[in-house]
T-cell receptor
Framework: DAKTTQPTSMDCAEGRAANLPCNHSTISGNEYVYWYRQIHSQGPQYIIHGLKNNETNEMASLIITEDRKSSTLILPHATLRDTAVYYCIVRVGNYGQNFVFGPGTRLSVLP | KAGVTQTPRYLIKTRGQQVTLSCSPISGHRSVSWYQQTPGQGLQFLFEYFSETQRNKGNFPGRFSGRQFSNSRSEMNVSTLELGDSALYLC???????????FGSGTRLTVV
């Protein structure tokens, strides 16, 4: 699985958009980009994933660059409950491949 | 729809003992994975099961083992516990396609 690089930590004001970047320059053509988050002492929570196209769901938007070497997770209106560690993972889409979690980005949403 | 259920939530064991952790996946999910999370190493993959077969295994010693039953429920076992096995053990299930995994709340194991 390709490695990812994320900033160690970020701050965001409550109500503003949180933009979390992820670099995955060695991603291969059949690898998806997944985002998870983990709130303290809970299991990781699935947020969104994509292959090539931008994706949006009720939680967030995922913007993948045309060359697929980087992506950005966007939380459109961050709340205090969005404070968590966010993990960007790339993985081949078919099952049988484990997720490799890096250290992630610790997002702090400030009042 | 019930989520991934892990039991017990907390467990305290003594060095040298063995422990069995249980995971009930979301109904219909046939793939179950296990992860260990510690402050020093982060989230590390242990193993993954699909239809009672282990398909993928992480870099852990043989003291760590698992199995999956015909109803997709899974157990993991750690024998001869060491202090370093103290961790949050997470189970995750998936329908088995390109979807993400749904994680349980974990079992926090403390070895004393």
């Amino acid at each position: 699985d390709a490695k990812t690089t994320q900033p160690t930590s970020m701050d965001c004001a409550e109500g503003r958009a949180a933009n979390l970047p992820c670099n995955h320059s060695t991603i291969s053509g059949n690898e998806y980009v997944y985002w998870y988050r983990q709130i303290h002492s809970q299991g990781p929570q699935y947020i969104i994933h994509g292959l090539k196209n931008n994706e949006t769901n009720e939680m967030a938007s995922l913007i993948i660059t045309e060359d697929r070497k980087s992506s950005t997770l966007i939380l459109p209106h961050a709340t205090l409950r969005d404070t968590a560690v966010y993990y960007c993972i790339v993985r081949v889409g078919n099952y049988g491949q484990n997720f490799v979690f890096g250290p992630g980005t610790r997002l702090s949403v400030l009042p | 729809k019930a989520g991934v259920t892990q039991t017990p939530r907390y467990l305290i064991k003594t060095r040298g003992q063995q422990v069995t952790l249980s995971c009930s996946p979301i109904s219909g999910h046939r793939s179950v994975s296990w992860y260990q999370q510690t402050p020093g190493q982060g989230l590390q993959f242990l193993f993954e099961y699909f239809s009672e077969t282990q398909r993928n295994k992480g870099n852990f010693p043989g003291r760590f083992s698992g199995r999956q039953f015909s109803n997709s429920r899974s157990e993991m076992n750690v024998s001869t516990l060491e202090l370093g096995d103290s961790a949050l053990y997470l189970c995750a299930s998936s329908p088995g396609q390109s979807y993400g995994y749904t994680f349980g709340s974990g079992t926090r194991l403390t070895v004393v």
